[in-house]
């Protein structure tokens, strides 16, 4: 099943119907459809798709020239081999996937190299429209989109591939119960990969225990998986995984669960930001969140977050035979706890790239507050967004089962008056509830100007 992708795919569109070369950057963690997207695009079209692997260079090159469908022809540089495809395009259109290009390159050291000087002295003049595809995000900013890398300022257009939205993954959710969609996009995320196993196996309950609370399942050891294809010590930063998903939000705290000078850790930590597989947010309000003291630390990968704090614990258990009794006793009562604050940054997403669907204004900022008070007593706030029409946006979000009551609403007015004042518009206030409001909630939200919207909302196309 291929779902989504339609912006990047019109670009792509756009940049065919041109007539000049693409070299064109495609990359993004494992499994997140990269591959899809090549594919999908080449539905239709002349092309040649290649996946290097990690062999001898030699291989590579015989391998590329049976993808070309040149049997028998052995290349013995790979500028023949390009130069090949110049003779099979013969001056039209024709798209090239170098997929896997980091497996390719790490064959031939040097080769982006080679590339550079092929594609300045032959590839930069034809109609190829070129694709570079990898899942290891170093090789690929390090080795190609750096200013340091043979083949700067060659690219015509970089995309780094996200996971699906949240109101993109309903088609691989068996029935339309939005808070099914909301545990699959808040265990799983928009990983493809994922999501097409959650389809097959029938729901998210079955594929999470035949998938990760079973010794051999898909992902019962897919986070040291991914650690091990991306980083060079990969049990440092599973260490460090580990204490953010167990609470660590502090890179002190993160420091010392994770045995880790505070300096070492930060590295670590930046590292991990670079990969998406950790966020550091600081408040709304901070007016220097760069240097913030008061940023906190967490996982943002939805299957990493659940791994690292429910599977990696008991794999000693999963593997004795006890994954299923653990998963139903232990796990799947914690759910609640997990899928909130999942529910929150996806009402965040929501109102990043939707609220103008159904609003006036845009959003230019979203995120999320913490603030002392004087009393020493904690304030926080679910959303906070400022809007296009100089508006500001603040917004509790409840994933709870049972109607939202006017507590809540009364508390968030409360709530809003502490914050710094909007001089250049108003404040406006809403809730986004999966359950909805009760009757005495809806009296509140009418007299206070307060907008309910549906949690179901987030995740519909």
Not at 163 to 170: H, M, S, Y
Not at 251 to 258: F, H, P, Y
Not at 416 to 442: C, I, Y
Request: hydrophobic share 45%; proline share 6%; charged share 25%.
């Amino acid at each position: 099943m291929f779902v989504g992708r339609e912006r990047e795919l019109q670009d792509w569109e756009a940049r065919w119907q041109g007539s000049q070369a693409e070299l064109v950057v495609l990359y993004g963690r494992r499994r997140v459809g990269k591959s899809a997207l090549a594919r999908r695009f080449s539905e239709g079209r002349p092309s040649v798709y290649f996946t290097g692997v990690p062999v001898r260079d030699a291989d590579n090159r015989h391998a590329f020239a049976a993808a070309l469908g040149a049997e028998g022809v052995t290349f013995d540089t790979w500028e023949a081999a390009w130069d090949r495809l110049l003779e099979r395009a013969n001056g039209q259109r024709l798209l090239v996937v170098l997929d896997e290009f980091p497996a390719l390159a790490g064959s031939h050291p040097g080769l982006t190299g080679l590339l550079q000087r092929w594609w300045d002295a032959r590839g930069a003049a034809s109609r190829l429209f070129v694709v570079l595809s990898g899942s290891s995000l170093g090789f690929i900013e390090r080795e190609v989109l750096s200013h340091r890398s043979p083949l700067f300022g060659r690219r015509t257009a970089s995309l780094k591939l996200a996971p699906l939205a949240p109101w993109e993954i309903a088609p691989f959710v068996p029935g339309h119960d939005p808070l099914d969609r909301l545990a699959t996009h808040g265990l799983f995320g928009g990983v493809p990969a994922y999501l097409e196993r959650v389809l097959a196996a029938g729901g998210w309950r079955p594929f999470l225990l035949r998938e990760a609370f079973s010794p051999g399942g898909y992902l019962f050891e897919e986070v040291p998986f991914l650690l091990n294809t991306e980083l060079r010590e990969p049990a440092t930063y599973l260490s460090l995984l580990s204490a953010l998903a167990s609470g660590a939000t502090r890179q002190t705290e993160v420091a010392d669960r994770a045995h880790l000078d505070v300096h070492a850790a930060g590295r670590y930590l930046a590292t991990l930001i670079e990969l998406g597989l950790v966020a550091r947010e600081t408040p709304f309000f901070d007016p220097s969140p760069e240097k913030s003291r008061k940023g906190l630390y967490r996982v943002a990968d939805p299957f990493v977050r659940f791994w690292c704090a429910h599977v990696l614990p008991a794999r000693s258990l999963i593997q004795a035979g006890l994954g299923e009794r653990h998963l139903q006793e232990r796990v799947l009562p914690q759910l609640p706890t997990l899928l909130g604050p999942a529910f929150e940054s996806d009402c965040r997403e929501f109102v990043a790239r939707r609220w103008h669907e159904t609003h006036d204004a845009y959003a230019l900022r979203v995120g999320r507050q913490w603030h002392k008070e004087r009393d020493g007593s904690v304030t926080e706030l679910d959303l906070v967004a400022e809007l296009s029409d100089g508006s500001r946006l603040v917004a509790e979000c409840k994933a709870t089962r049972k109607p939202v009551g006017p507590d809540v609403l009364l508390t968030l007015k409360e709530r809003a008056l502490s914050l710094p004042p909007n001089d250049a518009g108003p404040t406006r206030l809403a809730v986004f509830t999966m359950a909805g409001l009760t009757a005495a909630a809806k009296d509140v939200a009418t007299r206070e100007g307060i907008e309910a919207v549906a949690g179901a909302a987030v995740y519909e196309g």
